[in-house]
Each structure stands twice: as C-alpha cells, then as structure tokens.
C-alpha cells in the first residue's frame, strides 16, 4: 500500500498531466507551433520541479541533511507560521517541501519594449492573463526567444528570477534559488510570494507586484518586530532604504525618457540620442549615489553592468510604481492586515484604468 504522501505527490503529478493536457488542447485549437512549444516547455519545467520535491520535515529529520540547509528549513517552517497567523496569508501547504533544482534561477523572464515607448509588450496566458514577461524554464531557450525580438529591433532585457507563485495551481515548494537568502530576504520573497495567492488580478502585473511587494514589507517588519533582532531589522531598513533610492533614481530617468518619447516634433534619430545621453546620466547618478551611500561596491552594481534599454527600466516600474499608493492605503486601514486585503480586492473589481486611479487617490489623502 502506498504511503499517504506517496498518493498525495501522485496526485499532484495527475494534476500536472492533465493540466498539460488541457493546455496543449486549447493551443492546438487557437495557436501556432511557437505557442504550443513555449507551453510544452513550461509544463516539463513545472513537472520537473515537483518530481524533485522532498518533504521539509523529512529533510530536517534526516541526519545526512547539511546543517545549513536544515537550519534555513526550519527557519522557514517559522516564517509560514508567521505568514498565516500575523499577516492572514494562506500559507496551507506551500513551502513544506524542498527541491534542488541544480541551477541558479528557477525561470528566466523576457521582456520586451519598442525602442522609442516605455510601453511593454505583453502575453496573454491562461489563468494568470495578460503579462509583460514571458518566462522560461531555460536561460538558453528565453535567450532565444529574445534574440528574435532583438533582430526586430526591440528593446529586450532577460532576467533570472529565484522564485514564483503558481497562484494555488500547485503547491509552491522551496528551491535552492532562494533557501539561502539572508533571513530578511527570505522572509520578503514567502510573504511576497503568498501574497500573490491571497490576491492577483488577472492582467495587471503593476497592481499585483506592488501589492505584493506592501504585503511583504508589512510582513518583514512585524517579523523582525516580534523577534526583537534589532541588529538583523537595522540592517533590513538600510537595505530597504537603498532600494528607494536606487528606485528613485530608475523612475527619475524613465520620466524623463517618456517626456522625449512623447514629443511629436523631434525625429525618432534625435530621441534615440537623448535616450542614449539619459542613460549615460543615470549610470553616473548611480556612481554619486554610491557615494552618498559611502560604499565602493553594492547589490546593484551588476544591474548597471550590463546594457540598460527600456525593457529592463520597466522591470523596476512594474514592481515599485504603485507600491507607495498600496502603502499609503494599508495605512489607512491602520495597519490591519484583513481590512487592507478587503480594500484591495474591492480595487481589484475595478477596470484597470479605474483601478489605479482609485488606487493612487490614497496618496492625495494622506
């Protein structure tokens, strides 16, 4: 006789399959072979990933585990504890088991836009919507995919991401792209990541990230709040405090970036000039602000490494943009978790434009 959790992983690879199955269905009947191999690809990737899953507890009770892996396993047994007493979140099954995927990233995600608009190019999927990146579970096959928007001569920029929610498809495992983040980062990415299963809204990647991106700052602080590590808290608010300002400094150079792109009188030769110099400005912006900061090297110093283009500066936008307004309403519930997610699920109903309107007049208010 199988064992319980024997029949529930077989359960889960049954639902996987006949996911596959529907999928491949519907882009049989609606969409071309590029469709077909692009979901093909997702579906190996996820059914890979649970394959390799190994129960949390098991992998803590077992003495051949490392003892670095088994002490961040049960730190995070204590953050999904965290997550669905303290901040309401469905922590459920997510996050009790572990899988060692050999890579660095989980997906690698292409994004795209015009080389004169900050306006992406986006994907419509099922469940989830419309998107403004396309993942992989191959960095070879996003490169790939990139390169044809590329040889079209569209702003591309790939990025690999540690993790993701399938948004209660699936039961979301740890992988070894994320188990050994610091505590604070840890802690961001779960409650980020377990936000999205309390709340995402099909087609509105801006609205999701950054409700995501409140609940887990809400989440990280009240964590280190409780446990009283105010060495680990301090080091946290520092961190988060470069990230606004390296935030800052990205939509800065993207207002200015719009404000050429829009101007109907200048030629497209003109404004990819002045979308060169803007770029140029913003690299040395960033070396003054490293100095503000009183640091030689940061986190962010492989960001500016690499070629920036409106692709990537979108990246920043979708995950930072509506975030102040999402802040300034949980606020205005007084800082309590189930009026804040009831708010924003009354938002959700809304249609996009309206959405973020309403959404934004909370900083008028404040």
């Not at 003495?63 to 007493?85: I, M, N, S």
């Not at 690698?108 to 998107?131: C, H, R």
């Not at 490494?305 to 309403?329: C, G, Q, V």
Request: hydrophobic residues 45%; proline residues 4%; contains cysteine.
């Amino acid at each position: 006789m199988l064992s319980h959790s024997s029949l529930k992983l077989k359960r889960v690879r049954a639902r996987s399959l006949v996911l596959a199955a529907v999928c491949l269905l519907m882009l049989v009947a609606l969409s071309g072979c590029q469709a077909i191999s692009f979901y093909k690809q997702a579906i190996a990737g996820q059914y890979e990933i649970l394959a390799r899953q190994t129960p949390v507890r098991q992998l803590i009770a077992d003495p051949a585990t490392a003892p670095g892996l088994k002490a961040q396993l049960e730190q995070v047994l204590k953050l999904r504890e965290f997550a669905a007493r303290e901040l309401k979140l469905p922590a459920d099954e997510n996050y009790l088991k572990y899988a060692d995927l050999h890579r660095p990233y989980v997906v690698w995600n292409v994004n795209v836009a015009p080389p004169l608009s900050l306006e992406p190019k986006t994907w419509w999927f099922p469940v989830a919507g419309s998107a403004s990146y396309r993942g992989y579970f191959s960095e070879e096959a996003a490169r790939r995919y990139a390169r044809g928007w590329e040889q079209k001569g569209w702003d591309v920029y790939v990025g690999g991401v540690e993790a993701y929610s399938t948004l209660g498809w699936f039961h979301d495992p740890l992988l070894n792209t994320f188990i050994f983040d610091s505590e604070a980062d840890l802690a961001d990415l779960i409650f980020h990541e377990l936000g999205h299963q309390r709340l995402f809204v099909a087609g509105d990647t801006d609205f999701n990230e950054a409700f995501a991106m409140t609940v887990a700052a809400a989440g990280v602080r009240r964590w280190f709040e409780s446990s009283q590590n105010t060495k680990a808290y301090e080091e946290y608010r520092r961190s988060a405090g470069h990230e606004n300002d390296f935030v800052e400094l990205v939509m800065a150079a993207r207002q200015e970036l719009q404000a050429v792109y829009a101007d109907p009188r200048a030629p497209d030769a003109v404004k990819l000039q002045r979308k060169a110099e803007i770029i140029r400005e913003l690299r040395a912006n960033y070396a003054k602000l490293k100095g503000r900061w009183g640091v030689s090297q940061s986190g962010y110093d492989a960001w500016f490494a690499e070629p920036i283009n409106n692709a990537k500066l979108n990246t920043i936008s979708a995950y930072h943009d509506l975030a102040p307004a999402f802040e300034a309403l949980l606020r205005a519930q007084g800082g309590d978790m189930e009026k804040f997610y009831g708010a924003a699920r009354d938002l959700s109903k809304m249609p996009l434009a309206r959405r973020h309107e309403a959404l934004r007049a909370n900083l008028k208010t404040r």
